[in-house]
Nanobody
């Protein structure tokens, strides 16, 4: 089992930046692809970004491409989401998740592809 704890959320003005972190327990962190999702009030949870086990490939939703950067440090069991040029529509609770190793390697943007989830961290972008 993997336990995930997000941090780094907060209130920021439009155009600003935040860096989210997700710390994972266990020694098998490097075995898992990792993803970041977000959920705004009254909306479904949506995919934001993902990264493969060794960080060699990253995947982004169109809505965040060019503004967000996902990275990982396997030595620290941590995945990051650097968020720049933030917009009010980025306001949401952000969740990190570890991908089910048995799920298709070609699918990264589905909630069902991920086995373990953190508790979420709130990001609020004011206009």
């Amino acid at each position: 089992q993997v336990q995930l704890v997000e941090s780094g959320g907060g209130l920021v003005q439009a155009g600003g930046s935040l860096r989210l972190s997700c710390a994972a327990s266990g020694r098998t962190f490097s075995y898992y692809g990792m993803g970041w999702f977000r959920q705004a009030p009254g909306k479904e949870r949506e995919f934001a970004a993902a990264i493969t086990t060794n960080g060699g490939r990253t995947i982004y939703a169109d809505s965040v491409k060019g503004r967000f950067t996902i990275s990982r440090d396997n030595a620290k069991n941590t995945v990051y989401l650097q968020m720049n040029s933030l917009k009010p529509e980025d306001t949401a609770v952000y969740y990190c998740a570890s991908k089910d190793p048995n799920y298709s390697e070609y699918v990264w943007n589905r909630v069902s592809a991920y086995a373990y989830w953190g508790q979420g961290t709130q990001v609020t972008v004011s206009s």
